[in-house]
């Protein structure tokens, strides 16, 4: 639900997912916000060296933030530490820029997703320590698309029928499972995977390899699909790195 902005929000919790410069001496800073969602902001003289909120605009660290403005580009008056400094080093670094990507690309603005705002922050952590990259990342990008509204059925195939583990499945998008064994002409689109994958993404189990590798050919593929004909930087990234 999208929310009607008011003139000046005071110390909101939020992330800065992008920066670009604008004008001469400023930067336009896109926030990802608890509050309001993805807000875009001017920060003025932001470049200039001696720039209070210069050393400020860092990813992936938890700030407040105060700004106003009834436009869609706002002003941004002040950032503040929100928290300690996360660090997130090599691969862990690029997997940070890869959530920041996917939340410019399809997080409307101005439209708010509290428990979202919440699992990215949590995720963040999850990066700086965890061991399992590619784990961490197919959890987000099935709460993002859950969080935004699209339908991503796993329990159950377009029929209503329970998915069953020893079963062949090929995933649509905006349809969900359909078992291969009761169509009498397979579909030409989707991903074909195992029933038992779709129970362990349900049930937030990624331990078995088959699991791991067909849950990330998956969401390549609904991404792909939400995303339209632009593709991500920081997705090829990630594939020529580790087939993250």
Not at 112 to 130: N, P, Q, R, V
Not at 154 to 176: F, K, Q, S, T
Request: hydrophobic share 40%; proline share 3%; glycine share 6%.
């Amino acid at each position: 639900m999208a929310l009607v902005s008011t003139h000046r929000q005071d110390n909101q919790a939020v992330y800065v997912l992008h920066t670009y410069p604008f004008k001469e001496t400023s930067l336009v800073v896109e926030l990802f916000t608890h509050g309001f969602g993805r807000v875009a902001t001017t920060a003025k003289g932001a470049r200039r060296p001696r720039s209070a909120m210069r050393g400020m605009l860092q990813s992936f660290q938890p700030l407040t933030a105060t700004w106003s403005g009834k436009l869609e580009l706002k002003t941004l008056h002040s950032l503040d530490w929100a928290g300690g400094l996360l660090l997130l080093k090599g691969e862990a670094l690029m997997c940070g820029f890869y959530l920041n990507e996917l939340l410019l690309r399809l997080l409307p603005r101005e439209d708010s997703h509290g428990a979202l705002f919440e699992y990215y922050s949590i995720t963040l952590k999850t990066l700086a320590f965890s061991q399992d990259l590619a784990t961490t990342l197919r959890r987000f990008e099935l709460k993002l698309l859950q969080e935004l509204g699209y339908a991503i059925p796993l329990n159950n195939d377009v029929n209503d029928a329970p998915i069953l583990a020893e079963a062949a499945y090929r995933y649509e998008a905006e349809h969900g499972a359909i078992r291969l064994s009761r169509q009498i002409n397979a579909p030409q689109n989707g991903i074909q995977l195992a029933g038992k994958t779709l129970i362990d993404m349900a049930n937030d189990d990624y331990t078995n390899v088959q699991t791991q590798q067909q849950s990330k050919q998956l969401m390549r593929y609904l991404l792909a699909h939400y995303l339209g004909d632009k593709p991500l930087h920081t997705r090829q990234l990630l594939i020529d790195l580790q087939g993250l």
